[in-house]
Structure formats: structure tokens, C-alpha cells
């Protein structure tokens, strides 16, 4: 469908597209959506590409490119945009996620800012947060209360942990280090 789609309180389409606003004030929702989704209860799709906008949550099955921005929850496997909501979960994302309490990835490329970010995998590019976790990380900037990262990492704030690269904190403790730990600042060698 091309247009403008609209539904009190559900609009909904199985095996179906749609190009342009998709619009609700309950559940929005299409497999293939290309535009504008929204929806005050729940936005959801299975592959978009555009804008997706819920009250509490909006859930992209296979994958999303645009923004997705919720109050509450946003959801998807593979992701290349922006997230914002207070919970933001991708299994694979690039590009900019803004949880208010945590952004949860399994692997990422890309800014991650919030008050927790996981990511399970493979992490590039920068977490800011009171507490940031890369299980590998090829090229990371960390910058928080607590950060940890088992590859080469860049590193500022109060306890960092990681493999090898540059940290400046209270204690930090690097595996493949001048020293071990150190107090303020330690370095790969």
C-alpha cells in the first residue's frame, strides 16, 4: 500500500507494505514497512525502513534502518540508525543508541550513550555510561564509573579493566600493561 494507512485502535497488515504512514492509536502494525510506523501502544514490523514511533514499545523482527524512538522499549535483530527509549536492545547495530537506563547489544559499531551498555560480542566505537561492557572490542573509547572491555580499549573514569591500550582513572588494570594495575593512568607496552 502506498500512502497514508490508518487504524482505531488497530491497523495491521500479514504479508503486507507499506509506503508512506502507517498510523494508530492502539497496534501498528505491517511486515514491511518503508516510511512513517506509529502508534500509542505498540509499533511492530518485520523488516523497516524509515521511522518507527510507539508510547511504550516499538519491535522490529528481522531488522530496522532509521530511528526507532519509544519512551519505553525499543527492539530489534539487526539495526542501522538510531534507538532512543529508556531500554534499547539490537543484536547487531551500528550507529547511535540512546538508552536512558541500558542499551544491550550482542555486537556493535557505533556511539552507545546511557546509564548501562552491554555489548555481548564485538564493540566499535565509544560507550559513555556509569557502567560499559565489551566482551571483544576492536577500537573502543570508554568513558565511565566502571568500564570493562577484553580487547584494546581507550579508557577515562574511575575503575577500567581491559586487555591493552590507554586508561586514566582512580584504578586501572590492564592484562597486557606497563604494570598490571596502576593508580591514574596505565598503557599497553
Excluded at 44 to 62: E, T
Excluded at 104 to 127: P, R, V, W, Y
Excluded at 167 to 172: A, I, K, P, R, S
Amino acid at each position: 500500500m502506498n500512502g497514508l494507512k490508518l487504524g482505531i485502535p488497530v491497523v495491521t497488515g500479514k504479508d503486507a507494505e507499506i509506503h508512506g504512514i502507517e498510523a494508530s492509536l492502539g497496534y501498528a502494525g505491517t511486515e514491511n514497512m518503508s516510511g512513517l510506523q506509529a502508534a500509542i501502544f505498540f509499533s511492530d514490523c518485520k523488516s523497516g525502513r524509515g521511522v518507527q514511533l510507539a508510547f511504550p514499545m516499538n519491535y522490529a523482527m528481522d531488522d530496522f534502518k532509521g530511528w526507532q524512538g519509544s519512551v519505553l522499549f525499543n527492539s530489534t535483530l539487526a539495526a542501522s540508525g538510531a534507538q532512543t527509549a529508556l531500554f534499547n536492545f539490537a543484536s547487531d547495530f551500528k550507529g547511535y543508541q540512546h538508552g536512558f537506563f541500558s542499551n544491550i547489544t550482542g555486537k556493535a559499531c557505533g556511539f552507545q550513550l546511557s546509564c548501562l551498555n552491554i555489548a555481548t560480542d564485538q564493540m566499535e566505537g565509544a560507550q559513555i555510561s556509569v557502567f560499559n561492557y565489551a566482551r571483544r572490542s576492536a577500537g573502543i573509547c570508554q568513558m565511565g564509573v566502571l568500564s570493562l572491555s577484553n580487547g584494546r580499549s581507550i579508557q577515562i573514569g574511575g575503575v577500567n579493566y581491559a586487555e591493552s591500550g590507554f586508561q586514566f582513572g582512580l584504578v586501572n588494570v590492564m592484562k597486557k600493561g606497563f604494570l598490571p594495575v596502576m593508580i591514574l593512568f596505565n598503557f599497553s607496552i
